[in-house]
Nanobody, 118 residues
């Protein structure tokens, strides 16, 4: 059974930093690209970072230069380092396991709240 568990969310002041973690179990981690999404109240879910199995990364302009996604295939964990946080980054952040092969199941974590406020 696929299981993703996020941690590291919390309250931070504008300009501050947080690092989110997402630990995976029940999957062959190397066969998955990993994504971080966020959803703020009243807004659509937004993809904020992607890392492929080959560790290629991609970000939308809204977070480029401030967010960094990384993965540790030895521990089946993906990270999201967030710096220079802004109030508009406030959202529930969730990780998503995106399989490279069609017959593999995808999976979502339960989400972790990030609040940027003074």
């Amino acid at each position: 059974q696929v299981h993703l568990v996020e941690s590291g969310g919390g309250l931070v002041q504008p300009g501050g930093s947080l690092r989110l973690s997402c630990a995976a179990s029940g999957i062959n981690f190397r066969l998955y690209a990993m994504d971080w999404y966020r959803q703020a109240p009243g807004k659509e879910r937004e993809l904020v970072a992607t890392i492929t199995s080959d560790k290629n990364t991609n970000y939308p302009d809204s977070v480029k230069g401030r967010f960094t996604i990384s993965r540790d295939d030895a521990t089946d964990t993906v990270y999201l380092q967030m710096t220079n946080l802004k109030p508009e980054d406030t959202a529930v952040y969730s990780c998503y396991a995106n399989p490279n092969l069609g017959w593999l199941s995808d999976a979502w974590g339960q989400g972790t709240q990030v609040t940027v406020s003074s």
